[in-house]
């Protein structure tokens, strides 16, 4: 589970990590590009799950989608709240969502489960199902490597995962795998993004 150590090493460092990451400026082409249409297709209202600053929040809601953001990170919270004030943030776990059983279109989970042990990455899998209704769609964001492994990031410690794993974490949870997407920069850390939707277990 996402500890309160790592909850305290970002409010420590929120206003750093906004500053740097806290907009649109800082979002890679590719990535603004599959967000953007992973979203057109969602039915229903979208949670930002794990929003940060807030910033892909506002991003959905300017772009006509009922969206919201929810941050274990009071810090996070208050800045996105101030910063756009049009749309809703709430304080709140991937673990426990403030959302009814099945009545969520999409989640967007951007880089927030890297910080999940790989014993514990269930935990929220499970309860964003829950939150999704039968079809719905959630699109993770994560830190791709060859094997699951803990690595040092630049505020607490956090995963890498091959996508064919999460994929296999993923289908135990409830969700069937509809994309996959890897990018490999040179000087960077290699990334991927999985389009998972909710399977109707009826």
Sequence with gaps: MVTEVSTAAYSCRAREYTEVLG???????????????WAGDVDGEIVDAGCGPGHWTNFLAEQGHAARGVDVVPEFVTYATNTFPGVSYTLGSLESLDADTGSIGGILSWYSLIHYEPETIRIPLQELSRALKFGGTLLVGFFEGHAVEEFAHA?????????????????????????SHVRKTAGQRPVAAIVARRRDSR
């Excluded at 907009?23 to 249409?37: F, Q, R, T």
């Excluded at 956090?158 to 296999?168: F, N």
């Design 23 to 37: 907009s649109m400026a800082a979002v890679h082409p590719s990535d603004l590009h599959l967000v953007s249409k």
């Design 155 to 179: 505020v607490t410690p956090a995963y890498r995962w091959p996508v064919d794993v999460l994929s296999a974490e993923l289908n135990a949870t409830g969700f069937d795998v509809v994309e």
